[in-house]
Every structure is written in C-alpha cells, then in structure tokens.
C-alpha cells in the first residue's frame, strides 16, 4: 500500500509560535481577571476569567492540534491526522457552551439579588484585557485558514469586544449607580459566547459525520463532472472532508468501452475540473463501460459479471491526489 502523506504547511511554524505567546498571555490575564473579579464583586469579570479559561482550554487543544494533524499518514492512521484540529475545535465550543449557561444562571440569580461591585477596578482590568485580547486576536487572524485556528481566533474575537462591553458596564455602573448593569452585561456576553460557539460545533459535526462541506453542491460537481469530454453519466457520487480544508471524493464513472490508454485522458480531464472548480484533491473514481445494469447507489450487479473483469486493467479505476487550493 502506498500512503500519501500530507506536508506540513510552510506557515505552520509562525502558527505555533503564535499560539505559544497566546498562550502565556491568556494565563497571565486569567489569574488578574479572577482577582480583581473577587476584589470587585464583579460578576462580569469573574465572567471574563473563566471565558479566558475556556480560551486558554482552546488554544492549548489548537496547539496540539496543530502538532498532530500535520503529522505524517501511516498504515494505520492512512488519511493522517487531519481531523485532530475537528476534535479540537468540537471541544472547545462545547466548552464554551457549558460556560455561557453557568453565566446565565448566575447573571439571572443576580438580577433577583443585586451585589455592589466596584466600577473603576473593572474597567482597569478590563481595558488591560481589550488591548492583550485585541492583539491575540489580530495575531491568529494572520494564521486563522481552519475549523480548528478559526474557533481560537473566535474565542479571542469574542473576549475582546465583551471585555470592551466590561468597560462600558463599568462606566454606566459608576455613572449612574446601577448595579444591575453587571448581570445584565454578562447574560449580553454569555449571547455572544453562545452564538459564535453554536456555528462551531454545527460545522465541526458536519465533519465528523461526513457530510457535504459547506458550500459545495453535489449536484454541481456531478454537473461538472458529466460534462467532461467521455463522460456518460456519474452516479453513486459522495463528498466529504477529511479535515476543514481537505476535500475528498469518490464515485462511479459510465464511460464507453475503450481501450485503458484513452480512459486515462478522461481520469486527467476529470480530476483537472475537481482541482481547478471545487478545490477537491483526493478523488476515487471508478470507470464503468457503458451498458452496465446501475443505479443512483452503485452498480445492481458487480461489474466484473456484467463487463467483464476489469481488476487488472489500467485505467479502469482513477485515484487522485493532489496539493489543496
């Protein structure tokens, strides 16, 4: 068996690095968050701090992420570890659910209970975290081209404008004396976490169960596909990712009866539309001669019965691999 072996990314080390220094500073603002929560009776930076929590959780799973779903394909592992950034990202915007209902659980309780907190330790803190966050957040943005890097830069996207919503609360508490504005404030970012995290875990599930990648129609592909010079129709046709930016395909092929060296111009002009129109680099195309007995799923009676053996002739069975747009 011959395994292709996805290469590591020329960018992959500006990654890390990236998520290294993201990583010491989001623990650094956690352990600030948390104490100056405590010291001012602030919902909504105790808030921030187990949101940053949740961010440190996410870029410490990206990281290792990053590290193994470049890691070389092998015989057991054939497809490589492409999918380990999925899982991460899985994790992290479950996580971030679980938060944003303990928030609003607490925000609602303190509605009902108002607790006095003190307005300018808030927006001190708070203002250190739009600036720390800002920056992380403009730093993955560089490096954001997967499932896994996007819901990292989310965490981070988020946690800066809801820090930046800490500072408003902060004024409006010290300028009027309200201190509702803090529960309130919280249930505004426990939205936000969830509204960024629900998109999440949607596309990761996606995914996992194999389905068709966002934004890609079937029927445009077998569209595509039948209107290559040969071809007579494609059926059985299915498509998935293996990870958030590599496509795969596989699928049967009715073609005339002809001889294996013209069947390998259609499999070239077949996997050029895939590569150059759907951005689709590992394909599996199966080539049928016309007059078989088929249907939408697959061939009703094996092929080798109704056309022969075709096992051992080339070019009757097409596997592509080819780098990703």
């Known amino acids: 068996m011959h395994v292709h072996a996805a290469p590591a990314p020329s960018g992959s080390g500006k990654t890390q690095s990236v998520l290294r220094i993201s990583l010491v500073a989001t623990l650094a603002y956690v352990a600030v968050t948390f104490v100056a929560g405590l010291r001012a009776h602030s919902l909504a930076l105790l808030s921030e701090s187990g949101h940053n929590v949740s961010d440190f959780l996410a870029l ?9 779903q470049w890691r070389p394909a092998d015989h057991s592992k054939t497809f490589g570890y492409q999918r380990a950034g999925v899982l991460a990202a899985l994790v992290n915007a479950s996580t971030l659910i679980v ?9 609602i309780h303190r509605l009902s209970a108002p607790v006095e907190v003190q307005p300018r330790l808030m927006m001190v803190v708070a203002a250190a975290g739009v600036l720390m966050n800002g920056a992380i957040a403009a730093l993955l943005w560089g490096v954001a081209r997967d499932v896994n890097l996007r819901s990292a830069f989310l965490h981070m996207a988020g946690d800066t404008l809801s820090t930046a919503a800490v500072i408003a609360g902060g ?54 596909m039948e209107a290559v010079e040969g071809v007579v129709n494609v059926h059985d046709l299915h498509v998935w990712s293996l990870g958030s930016r590599s496509h795969a395909l596989a699928c049967h092929v009715t073609i005339a009866d002809i001889p294996p060296s013209e069947s390998a111009g259609i499999l070239e002009r077949l996997n050029h539309v895939l590569r150059e129109h759907f951005h689709i680099g590992h394909t599996t195309i199966q080539f049928e001669h016309e007059g078989c007995i088929e249907r939408q799923e697959g061939c009703v009676v094996p092929i080798e019965e109704m056309c022969g053996d075709t096992s051992d002739e080339p070019g009757h069975q097409g596997h592509g691999h080819y780098g990703n747009s």
Request: hydrophobic share 55%; charged share 10%.
């Open 171 to 224: 004024a409006g508490i010290l300028w009027t004396g309200h201190n509702w504005i803090d529960p309130v404030l919280s249930l505004l970012i426990a939205a936000l976490i969830l509204g960024s995290s629900v998109g999440i875990v949607r596309e990761t599930l996606n995914i996992l169960l194999e389905g068709t990648p966002r934004g890609v129609s079937v029927t445009d592909i077998r569209s595509g």
């Open 60 to 68: 410490l799973l990206s990281f290792v992420a990053v590290y193994f």
């Open 99 to 107: 938060i944003a209902i303990w928030i609003c659980v607490e925000a």
